[in-house]
């Protein structure tokens, strides 16, 4: 049997997509999730958040004329928002690295961050 070289851009097609909040304020999408949801291609997000459960929303758009909109930051595959006034306006904790399934709601069109890991 040949050697089979380890290449990591291959890796994004075993991990789970997910979404962290890092410490420093910055909400991001891993690779997996990038490419699952296609969201390279988006240049602005507006944020949501619903008090009662406790849950982010995040809509992406092309439109830097859409209210409230924040730019998307796209690096190594992966997709960057800077989010540090969002989350200390909502009183999210960010002090700590904290990973979120994703779901997306077609109704609403909103990407939402739930079941923190």
């Not at 050697?3 to 997996?32: C, H, V």
């Not at 699952?36 to 997000?45: A, D, E, I, Q, T």
Request: charged share 35%; hydrophobic share 35%; aromatic share 14%.
């Amino acid at each position: 049997m040949a050697f089979e070289r380890y290449l990591r851009l291959r890796m994004s097609k075993f991990m789970k997509p997910a979404a962290s909040i890092w410490k420093m304020g910055q909400i991001n999408f891993n690779r997996s999730a990038v490419e699952k949801h296609k969201l390279s291609g988006f240049k602005y997000v507006a944020l949501f958040f619903d008090r009662d459960k406790k849950r982010i929303g995040l809509k992406f758009t092309n439109d830097a004329k859409e209210p409230d909109v924040g730019k998307v930051s796209t690096k190594r595959g992966g997709v960057t928002i800077y989010a540090k006034g969002f989350l200390s306006h909502f009183g999210i904790e960010s002090g700590k690295g904290r990973r979120f399934d994703i779901r997306y709601d077609e109704k609403d069109d909103l990407f939402i961050l739930e079941g923190d890991k």
